[in-house]
Nanobody
Framework: QVQPVESGGGLVQAGGSLRLSCVAS????????MGWFRQAPGKEREFVAA???????FYADSVKGRFTISRDNAKNSMYLQMNSLNTQDTAVYYC?????????????????WGQGTQVTGAS
């Protein structure tokens, strides 16, 4: 059983930066795609970014140019560098792992989820 665990959330002033980390324990193969999703109060969970096993990256239009996703397969880890944060980025951010070398932007196509970490962009 793969268990992702997120860390790195917090409160940041508008224009500030945060770096989220996700460590996925319990997996025995590197054949996994990984992604970040977020959910704001009263809204549906939405795609943020994803990275395939080979390192291909995909971003939501709302974060393109501000967020950077990366992974370290040797450490079973994934990261999300978030710059120029604003109040609209406020949400719980979730790490998701998919049993495939490929990734998608659809939440229900991921197999394992972390518990989430709160990111709050203050005005």
């Amino acid at each position: 059983q793969v268990q992702p665990v997120e860390s790195g959330g917090g409160l940041v002033q508008a224009g500030g930066s945060l770096r989220l980390s996700c460590v996925a324990s319990g997996w025995t193969s590197t054949m996994y795609g990984m992604g970040w999703f977020r959910q704001a109060p009263g809204k549906e969970r939405e795609f943020v970014a994803a990275i395939s096993r080979s390192g291909s990256t995909f971003y939501a239009d709302s974060v393109k140019g501000r967020f950077t996703i990366s992974r370290d397969n040797a450490k079973n880890s994934m990261y999300l560098q978030m710059n120029s944060l604003n109040t609209q980025d406020t949400a719980v951010y979730y790490c998701a792992v998919r049993r495939s070398v490929f990734v998608t932007t659809t939440a229900n196509e991921y197999d394992y989820w972390g518990q989430g970490t709160q990111v709050t962009g203050a005005s």
